[in-house]
């Protein structure tokens, strides 16, 4: 346990649906990551967060996926209209600005039918 | 554009030493990261190096080349357990970081 949470763990819905994924990182780390890993490749990067501040979004990341961090504490994915392609395990990792160790969690998986 | 290179697949016999090369392309470099995953787990961080040279922890060892942009992990006495992929990761230009595509690591009784 990295002391990391990520719920829910799955999730299944049906195109078009919007989905909400929430991230508790370790409390005194400032700095969120997202990501999104498929089957057989790495995590790659979605967007990131110094406090409540999203820094860096990934060119990748499409107006239908929207990430917030309110009072720099946990953090929200959205997307919205989902489609088959955004079946992936969505990572979220906790950073606390010394070294270069992220803290994952164990993930949300969806599945999108 | 940033890119990594690592072998897809590598297979070892227990006891044995493995060594997963990681080869990157990137704008911009504060150094190189390795990461272990298990079957359906998250990611685990193994080592860091910044400068050239080896970096040792146990049973696990991580060297960088920064004029080669060249790394890689190295698995000594390996374990049943040590079955997994193993992820190099660079930290480019601004805070993000880009992941290899992985390395699964086969260990054989």
């Known amino acids: 346990d990295t002391g990391v949470s990520q719920d829910p763990r799955h999730k299944i819905t049906k195109r078009g649906q919007n989905v909400t994924f929430r991230c508790d990182p370790i409390?005194?780390?400032?700095?969120l990551y997202w990501y999104r890993q498929t089957l057989g490749q790495g995590p790659e990067f979605l967007t990131y967060?110094?406090?409540?501040?999203?820094?860096?979004k990934s060119r990748l990341l499409s107006d239908r996926f929207s990430a917030e961090r309110p009072k720099g504490s946990f953090s929200t994915l959205e997307i919205q209209r989902t489609e088959q392609g955004d079946s992936a395990m969505y990572l979220c990792?906790?950073?606390?600005?010394?070294?270069?160790?992220?803290?994952f969690g164990p993930g949300t998986r969806l599945l999108v039918l | 554009g940033q890119s990594l290179e690592q072998p897809s697949e590598v297979t070892a016999v227990e006891g044995a030493i493995v060594q997963i090369n990681c080869t990157y392309q990137?704008?911009?470099?504060?150094?190189l990261s390795w990461y272990q995953q298990h079957d359906g787990g998250a990611p685990t961080f193994l080592s860091y190096?910044?400068?050239?040279g080896l970096e040792e922890t146990g049973r696990f060892s991580s060297f960088l080349s920064r004029s080669d942009s060249y790394g890689y992990l190295l698995l000594q006495e390996l374990q049943m357990k040590d079955s997994a992929s193993y992820f190099c990761?660079?930290?480019?230009?601004?805070?993000?970081?880009?992941f290899g595509p992985g390395t699964r690591l086969s260990v054989l009784p």
């Open positions: 990792a906790s950073y606390g600005g010394s070294g270069e160790t992220q803290y």
């Open positions: 409390s005194e780390h400032n700095r």
């Open positions: 967060f110094q406090n409540e501040a999203q820094l860096e």
């Open positions: 990137t704008s911009g470099f504060y150094g």
């Open positions: 190096n910044a400068l050239d």
């Open positions: 990761a660079v930290r480019a230009n601004g805070q993000n970081f880009v």
